[in-house]
């Protein structure tokens, strides 16, 4: 015999002010199968939750009804409350009085009246529900972390440090990222590769993380708890193994003109090379588009020298196949193209340079020893123009938001110049100046009162080279109101962090979305900024959103907090919202199998006891259905159906509102 | 034989007479008939967008409308200002019925919408197609010239396509007569426009300093398609050298005026004889085309 308890919410005004909550609660007292219904300004708040329970006690209900917002919002809330009462929390349903009713219309009668069919459908429906069990799934606890920057960095070492094993995927040569060409950082001015080489090389040496450089990953299966994810290893040419690192092949290595990539193409490299000095692994790989030996058979000094015998030519590219329960996205940013801009130069003018160009001049490793020169002649710089917000908040030509890290970059590269030309004119043009974080605000007015930096607020319109090589930068200065022009050595302008190209691309194996700009979607921009759609991915770094480094490695640290949470259990609980089959009236047609979105759909024999074959009926993964319920609309024989929303529950429903 | 209609406005039958002359020379040369409209009246130029937006519209768009009145598909209005105008309001027409619907009641004239408007550049282009590159008899060997645009001919959303920082318009036509197109800064920047009578030492600020960068780049002339921008830098050249800046003597010449002597008209017909500044030096470059390209 049916007990259905009804609970209507006010949820404060959001419900109250349009739907009469008294009156539907009279109204459904009267619906068979219902002993109380009652209504509250706010049945999620403790009080609230404790009334269910009481209920639950009191009336001995076998099924709960609240009709409160949208159970995406508190369906959780009140089944576990539900639970906690020991009422099996698939006996609860909500009734959605605020999304489906009150948000929506007007009126109050005809709010009110929809509310009451709303909640006389969910009745219908919960007495026929049954109890369900979540399902347990085994969780691998092994962690793969995509990228070998700050965060991806930061990220595997808490997870190692947390006693779990972790994969650390890194697309080129070496870990270090973008941290690893900046020559200092903000706010400290501390020398970036000296406070991250000792953290590259902890992941190294850790025995709890797998360190795999020169890969990507090509392919990701399976769900949380059990992804399988196929990683293509670029084939080195060197044998990391025998390898020493001692350096030999890279100086006699006759192809050395290649554009440096580290460098910003501002220096070259030869086409056996480390990505920079301080590179982990410190073992050079073979860049076979411009090997002499792997495109014309020419060559072969490398190997020659090698006093290890560590270069192979056969080597080739390896898959290798790896079994995690989560994964980190930490893929980091690029910096926009410049060459939008025709009124900078179009990207022709040589010395018009981006912020990380800018750092390899300044850094003491880059291709001019530190010494701040111009790239089309070498000469000293005497003045040198800082143009803020270049892409950035330009919705026209660039993109729209703020790339927050370069007010800050900017004014340290004014110091930086400072520092090292004494005697030099450093110019900023900004349009505000945005310094939020710790020390940041102190920094900038020390860049302008003590380092000698003149900021000037105004847009530069136009760039262009005389015929003497002088760039010669056109601006306002609107706090004096008047139009200002420099004649300048160099041109540094702070391009916008754009999302990498390409990234849409993970995001897609991942099963991650991605907004229209490129960066990866958090879960919830407020409360949930490293988790994603994909229950087991995880967020870190700027390929989030742009942000500095300390806020990369809270974020990397806040993705293996979840890591480790999700591993803390040896089991995952899924919820019990899956397809099943009938066995018995299965025809085993495929049709099922060939729909699922999921691939979540399999054949089994139904073997007699020799284990003779019988015949092959569907099967559902627990693991991997997501209770879409395609499936159950394609089966011709209506041999599967839905477990939480079966054929019966939703046409009690339907029939309900006749 | 192709039509294009042909709408002179007051500058081409004023200071802007060569670049009349050459265009209708050029025409003849090409094959082409250009008929022009019949009762045009002025576009409006500055002053009517500035004292009333109706008067601005309507102006341009009794133009568009008796053109089209009178079968003409194709309109080149070669004075920059014209261009803008007409081309301006047909684009604007053509998004707001609205407007077109208002503009109607006001001239007593029907509009469909069905003229397009050509500007000095794209009309040599199209003539380059319709005939004109297989009739250039001549090369103006090497002569180096800084193409300038100005404002109205490098930009406009839907009115102009060229790259607004970097425009190359006028680069084949200026290829195809043998010159070489030299890299420079002032391609866009303004001449001083409208200002050459109310405040002329904005001009010679402005135009000085175009003047400059071109001969910086060693160029040997400044090719525009602009009469006011060619009047600026022309006409001025001599108030400039008489406030002490540059001192400049460099021929402002017509693209239409370039390709006319590619074409092997004589540079009387053209009008070269009446600028300010000598351009008929420009015609020693002249030398016969190479056998194999006429």
């Not at chain 1, 022709?348 to 880059?366: P, Q, T």
């Not at chain 2, 006011?228 to 006409?235: I, Y």
């Amino acid at each position: 015999m049916a007990r259905v308890g009804v609970f209507i919410c006010h949820c404060g005004e959001n419900i109250g002010r349009t739907v009469d909550c008294a009156a539907v609660a009279e109204q459904c007292a009267e619906f068979p199968g219902v002993v109380t219904s009652v209504d509250y300004k706010y049945m999620c708040s403790d009080p609230g939750q404790q009334m269910i329970k009481d209920a639950i006690a009191e009336e001995r209900l076998t099924g709960v009804v609240v009709a409160a917002c949208s159970p995406r919002m508190h369906e959780t809330t009140f089944r576990r409350a539900a639970a906690e009462a020991g009422l099996n929390p698939y006996l609860l349903e909500m009734a959605n009085l605020r999304e489906h009713c009150s948000w929506v219309h007007e009126e109050r009668p005809v709010a009110t009246e929809k509310a009451v069919d709303l909640v006389r459908i969910m009745v219908e429906k919960v007495k026929r529900n049954s109890e369900l069990k979540p399902i347990k799934v085994p969780i691998e606890p092994t962690a793969l972390v995509i990228g070998g920057g700050i965060a991806g960095i930061q990220a595997a070492l808490d997870i190692a440090n947390g006693g779990k094993k972790v994969v650390l995927v890194e697309k080129s040569p070496s870990l270090g990222g973008h941290m690893a060409r900046l020559s200092e950082t903000f706010p400290t001015l501390d020398c970036s590769q000296c406070i991250l080489t000792p953290r590259m090389v902890e992941v190294a040496a850790h025995p709890n993380i797998t360190l795999m450089t020169y890969s990507e990953v090509t392919k990701v299966d399976g769900f949380i708890g059990n992804y399988e994810v196929t990683v293509r290893q670029k084939a080195r040419y060197v044998d990391p193994e025998t390898c020493t690192g001692c350096g030999a092949c890279l100086e006699k290595c006759p192809a050395k003109k290649i554009p440096d990539e580290f460098d910003e193409s501002l220096g070259n490299r030869t086409a056996i090379y480390r990505p920079f000095p301080q590179a982990v692994p410190n073992k050079p790989v073979i860049d076979a588009d411009h090997c002499l030996m792997l495109t014309k058979g020419k060559c072969g000094v490398c190997a020659k020298v090698c006093p290890t015998g560590a270069i192979n030519y056969e080597d080739e590219d390896r898959e290798v196949t790896v079994k995690v329960g989560a994964i980190v996205a930490a893929t980091g940013f690029e910096l926009w193209d410049h060459a939008a801009y025709g009124e900078y130069g179009g990207g022709k003018l040589r010395d018009v340079i981006n912020g990380f160009h800018f750092e390899r001049l300044a850094s003491a490793s880059g291709p001019t020893g530190g010494e701040i020169r111009r790239p089309s002649d070498g000469k000293t710089v005497e003045t040198v123009v800082f143009i803020q917000c270049c892409g950035s908040r330009d919705p026209n030509r660039g993109v729209p938001y703020c790339s927050k890290i370069c007010c800050m970059y900017t004014a340290k590269h004014a110091i930086l110049y400072r520092h090292k030309v004494h005697h030099g004119r450093a110019v900023v043009f900004y349009m505000d100046v945005r310094a939020g974080g710790k020390n940041y605000e102190e920094f900038v007015r020390r860049a302008i009162e003590q380092e000698g930096a003149e900021y000037v607020r105004g847009r530069v319109s136009r760039i262009y080279r005389r015929t003497d090589g002088t760039l010669i930068v056109k601006g306002a200065d609107t706090l004096a109101g008047r139009p200002i022009e420099v004649e300048a050595d160099l041109v540094v302008l702070a391009d916008a962090v754009v999302s990498r190209p390409g990234s849409h691309r993970l995001a897609q194996m991942l099963g991650v979305s991605y907004d229209e700009h490129g960066f990866y979607s958090e879960a919830h921009p407020k409360l949930r900024p490293v988790e994603t759609a994909n229950p087991g991915v995880f967020l870190a770094g700027a390929c989030q959103a742009p942000k500095d480094i300390p806020d990369s490695v809270a974020q990397a640290s806040a993705a293996a907090a979840k890591v480790l949470a999700l591993f803390s259990k040896p089991e995952l609980e899924r919820e019990p919202i899956i397809a099943k089959v009938n066995e018995e009236t299965c025809v085993h047609c495929g049709a099922c199998i060939n729909t699922c979105p999921y691939g979540a759909i399999e054949d089994k024999d139904i073997t007699d006891r020799k284990g003779n074959v019988l015949r092959t009926v569907a099967y559902v993964n627990e693991g991997v259905c997501q209770g879409c319920g395609t499936c159950v609309a394609v089966c011709r024989s209506g041999s599967i159906d839905l477990e939480g929303f079966t054929d019966e529950e939703v046409l009690a429903e339907i029939s309900a509102l006749e | 034989m192709t039509t294009l209609g042909y709408y002179p406005g007051c500058s081409l039958h004023g200071t802007g007479r060569e670049l009349d002359q050459s265009i209708r020379a050029l025409a003849e040369v090409a094959g082409v008939d250009l008929v022009e409209i019949e009762d045009w009246n002025c576009c409006g130029a500055t002053a009517a967008h500035s004292l009333n937006h109706d008067l601005a519209v309507a102006l341009p768009y009794r133009t568009l409308a008796l053109a089209e009145a009178q079968g003409l598909t194709e309109v080149v209005a070669p004075c920059a200002a014209c261009f803008s105008r007409l081309k301006g309001t047909a684009v604007r027409l053509a998004r707001d019925p609205a407007l077109v619907e208002k503009m109607q009641r006001i001239t007593e004239r029907p509009y469909q919408g069905t003229v397009r408007v050509l500007n000095a550049n794209e009309y040599v282009d199209r003539l380059l197609d319709e005939g004109l590159a297989d009739r250039l008899t001549h090369r103006l060997a090497g002569l180096k010239v800084a193409p300038y645009y100005g404002c109205l001919l490098s930009r406009g959303e839907d009115i102009v396509p060229d790259d607004h920082e970097q425009p190359t318009a006028m680069e084949r036509a200026l290829t195809a007569a043998g010159c070489e197109v030299v890299p420079w800064n002032f391609a866009t920047e303004c001449c001083g426009g409208g200002f050459s009578m109310s405040k002329t030492e904005a001009v010679v600020d402005l135009s000085d300093a175009i003047l400059s960068d071109a001969e910086d780049a060693e160029a040997d002339a400044v090719v525009t398609s602009c009469p006011m921008c060619h009047s600026n830098l022309d006409m001025r050249q001599r108030t400039m050298n008489a406030a002490g800046l540059g001192p400049h003597e460099i021929p402002i010449l017509y693209l239409s005026e370039v390709l006319g002597l590619a074409a092997g008209i004589e540079p009387e017909r053209l009008g070269l004889d009446r600028h300010f500044v000598d351009a008929m030096r420009v015609t020693e470059r002249l030398a016969e085309a190479p056998a194999a390209e006429a």
